[in-house]
């Protein structure tokens, strides 16, 4: 890019077992986060801050502890705290000596660069604010410590008064901390204004300056990468940019970002194909549904629903790709709506194992089935495994492994509780099942009876199970007579597909997708029917 200052080599900080676990509903265990330094320090990130080990903080002291055991391939680990109280020396002060009890390589303190925090939060004077960050730094460094100085509200406080922000930087500095990370903290400032300012502390105290941006603004991954440019060498962020309120700066878009579009040395061009494989994880671990939106890791992130662009990435990916997906674990996706051409149709029967002429009268057959199904309601962007059963049916590569008869669902108010049943009669080969199966609904109870009809023939059906079940009603102006569609999320263990059926009725609706999830899965695990 060209900038003046700019480093040629940046250091990644992660702070998701701590910052990220301010965020709202973000709950870790100590195994979790142990877990979570594992997979971080296997993406190449240099500095893993594993929380605030304070002696009241029980969870964060087990941690370091138990972490200490653990052998990291590239990542310093940080243990958290902040400068001493005031009118306390710092060898007397429980947090920094708890600190050192830590046992890490490095630490990180977080003081005041904000003369209102220092007036309204710590309630002391200036000059004992700028005392307690220098004799904080001092006696960790006297300990052998490498030393994190995080200024905390550090823009903030550069614009409401920038010679006393400058003194706190400088304090620690002189003080002998070997980093400087200038804080974001309330996530208010603008990408501008950070490149700015970071320059201007570049200019006035040369060495190793750091970022930690919030995402208040919506710019904290910005923020970041604005800061790289002006001469900033460490980044701070989180994983999915987990964090109080709005988060921290994603490290899953500034990692990308750095290596791919400003060429810096960050992380091997190995380690960055595990990057969508540490967000999922780490979407696991705190029990959140991935977000598909997400830039570079999101499952859509290279997905393509618009014709022109389907056409167009089937000439060269290049020409609506950014990057390519494989660099950060991620894969291409053809979305398959009513908004749908020949190239898509084309490229999504590929990618089901079927060739189609290009513009043939197969492509064009099931197009048109397409629309025409779109029209009635069916939505297929979320519903790939029952799209993959029309284009097997189109292709004559359809096997009916099961035909229904009839089916009946009662709902009984029985002793002060709701009982379902199902009763299902299907047809396999010729012979006919006739079961009844009760469940917790409707949708429950049609499940349990239909996978023990098929049990005896296909053993396979014993192992799926639902995940996801989402109703979302058509054409809401026709009241209780609307249409609905249900799309249902289905795994046996070792995939995930959904499917989806539409309906005036519900139980029809929900019929309609679970028949196809059981269809699904016997064409994909090529099962044969057995006689009981």
């Not at 609905?484 to 997708?513: F, K, L, P």
């Amino acid at each position: 890019m060209g900038e003046q200052g700019r480093t040629s080599r940046v250091f990644l900080y992660d702070t998701t077992l701590r910052d990220g676990a301010q965020g709202e509903g973000v709950i870790f265990s100590v195994d979790d986060k142990l877990a979570l330094l594992r997979k971080v320090d296997g993406l190449g990130i240099h500095y893993i801050e594993g929380g605030w080990p304070h002696p009241a903080n029980l969870a964060d002291v087990d941690f370091f502890r138990r972490a200490a055991k653990v052998r990291l391939g590239n990542a310093r680990l940080v243990a958290f705290g902040s400068t001493r109280k005031a009118h306390v020396k710092a060898a007397s002060d429980p947090n920094l000596r708890a600190l050192l009890a830590a046992r890490t390589p490095a630490v990180a303190i977080v003081g005041k660069a904000w003369s209102l925090h220092v007036r309204e939060v710590l309630r002391t004077s200036p000059e004992e604010n700028l005392s307690m960050v220098a004799e904080s730094v001092r006696f960790l460094k006297k300990a052998g410590r490498e030393v994190i100085f995080d200024a905390e509200h550090f823009f903030d406080g550069f614009k409401a008064d920038r010679e006393y922000a400058l003194a706190a930087l400088r304090a620690a500095r002189e003080a002998g901390a070997d980093w400087l990370v200038l804080c974001d903290t309330n996530g208010g400032a603008l990408p501008a204004e950070v490149r700015e300012i970071v320059g201007a502390v570049a200019r006035a105290l040369p060495g190793r300056l750091g970022i930690h941006a919030h995402n208040d603004s919506e710019c904290a991954v910005a923020n970041s990468l604005s800061a790289v440019a002006a001469g900033a060498s460490m980044v701070h962020g989180t994983l999915n940019g987990f964090g109080e309120r709005c988060g921290n700066a994603n490290l899953c878009s500034v990692i990308p970002d750095l290596k791919l579009k400003m060429g810096i040395d960050c992380v091997t061009s190995a380690r960055l194909k595990g990057l969508r494989s540490a967000s999922l994880y780490a979407f696991e671990m705190v029990t959140r549904p991935p977000r598909d939106e997400m830039p570079f890791v999101g499952a859509s992130a290279f997905a393509h629903k618009g014709g022109l662009h389907v056409h167009a990435v089937e000439r060269n990916p290049r020409t609506v790709e950014h990057v390519a997906p494989e660099l950060v674990g991620n894969r291409r996706h053809i979305v398959i709506s009513d908004q749908a051409g020949l190239s898509a149709v084309q490229a999504k029967a590929e990618a089901f194992g079927f060739r189609l002429a290009k513009g043939g009268p197969r492509s064009r057959a099931i197009l048109s089935e397409l629309k025409r199904r779109a029209a009635e309601g069916y939505h297929y962007e979320g519903a790939e495994a029952s799209f993959e059963l029309l284009v097997r049916r189109f292709m004559g590569k359809a096997r009916t492994w099961f035909r229904l008869v009839d089916y009946r669902v009662a709902v009984e108010h029985r002793g002060g509780k709701t009982v379902t049943e199902a009763a299902l009669k299907v047809t396999v080969d010729g012979r006919t099942e006739h079961t009844v199966a009760e469940g917790d609904g409707p949708v429950n109870a049609l499940d349990a009876a239909l996978r023990k009809s098929l049990s005896r023939f296909y053993p396979e059906v014993k192992s799926v199970h639902l995940v996801d079940y989402r109703v979302r009603v058509i054409n809401p102006a026709a009241a209780t007579a609307a249409k609905v569609r249900v799309t249902i999320e289905s795994t046996d263990g070792r995939d995930v597909w959904s499917t989806v059926g539409v309906s005036e009725n519900i139980i029809d609706a929900s019929w309609q997708a679970l028949a196809d999830s059981i269809e699904y899965c016997l064409s994909l695990r090529g099962a044969r029917a057995r006689g009981g």
